[in-house]
């Protein structure tokens, strides 16, 4: 089975997972194999709770990104693969672990996968969500707040303190390895449209 690879990247809140929603939605869930590189935070029990909340989760480095490459490779060729689920709240890796069959498109999802050479190399197709600081800044609290149990004041202060400068430093210069850029996420319809007849024209 021939596969594609779509990379999909952008700064935190930007609209990276309702872009992989859609792309999914359109294309067929029994066609997509979605990896998320979020999925790859490395586990660290050895450490305290107030140490691990404390840890740069905005580096490459807080990434086991060669086990994606591993698991990306095998789907490419043909194998199912047991992806490993993160526990936010916690900073841990959860217990559940998620079976991946292989498809004809491989969408991979995340805000540093285009500032890693193994994975831009895995790549057919990269696109970027390009959406303005503010407006993924208050995404991301809302988020963190209703979904991962965090108050106002550390999500502000990891904003400051890591995910701006890392996005500085390491997303947003991405943004030049991307074939395709969408402004403001999945709200943007002509350009999903588009994504979807350049994918359905790939796999066909």
Same mark, same amino acid.
């Given at each position: 089975?021939?596969?594609?690879?779509?990379?999909?990247?952008?700064?935190? /809140? %930007?609209?990276?997972?309702? &872009? +992989?929603?859609?792309?999914?939605?359109?294309?067929?869930?029994?066609?997509?194999?979605?990896?998320?590189?979020?999925?790859?935070?490395?586990?660290?029990?050895?450490? %305290?709770?107030?140490?691990?909340? /404390?840890?740069?989760?905005? $580096?490459?480095?807080?990434?086991?990104?060669?086990?994606?490459?591993? $698991?990306?490779? *095998?789907?490419?060729?043909?194998?199912?693969?047991?992806?490993?689920?993160?526990?936010?709240?916690?900073?841990?890796?959860? !217990?559940?672990?998620?079976?991946?069959?292989?498809?004809?498109?491989?969408?991979? !999802?995340?805000?540093?996968?285009?500032? !890693?050479?193994?994975?831009?190399?895995?790549?057919?197709?990269?696109?970027? #969500?390009? *959406?303005?600081?503010? #407006?993924?800044?208050?995404?991301?609290?809302?988020?963190?707040?209703?979904?991962?149990?965090?108050?106002?004041? %550390?999500?502000?202060?990891?904003?400051?303190?890591?995910?701006?400068?890392?996005?500085?430093?390491?997303?947003?210069?991405?943004?030049?390895?991307?074939?395709?850029? &969408?402004? !403001?996420?999945?709200?943007?319809?002509? +350009?999903?449209?588009?994504? #979807?007849?350049?994918?359905?024209?790939?796999?066909?």
């Amino acid at each position: 089975m021939k596969t594609t690879v779509i990379g999909v990247a952008g700064g935190s /809140g %930007s609209g990276k997972t309702t &872009i +992989a929603q859609n792309i999914v939605q359109m294309i067929g869930r029994d066609r997509v194999a979605w990896v998320q590189h979020d999925s790859y935070y490395r586990h660290r029990p050895e450490l %305290s709770f107030e140490e691990r909340s /404390g840890q740069n989760y905005d $580096h490459p480095r807080s990434l086991e990104t060669e086990l994606m490459v591993e $698991h990306v490779k *095998t789907l490419m060729g043909g194998k199912e693969v047991k992806i490993p689920s993160y526990d936010f709240a916690n900073h841990l890796r959860s !217990e559940i672990v998620n079976s991946v069959e292989p498809a004809q498109i491989i969408l991979l !999802e995340g805000i540093l996968i285009f500032a !890693e050479p193994a994975l831009l190399e895995l790549m057919d197709i990269k696109i970027y #969500v390009d *959406t303005d600081a503010d #407006v993924r800044f208050i995404r991301r609290l809302k988020r963190d707040m209703e979904e991962r149990g965090r108050t106002q004041e %550390s999500v502000v202060e990891q904003y400051m303190t890591t995910v701006r400068p890392m996005h500085l430093q390491f997303v947003e210069p991405s943004k030049r390895k991307a074939d395709v850029i &969408i402004p !403001e996420g999945g709200q943007n319809h002509v +350009a999903m449209d588009m994504v #979807v007849a350049l994918l359905e024209s790939v796999d066909s």
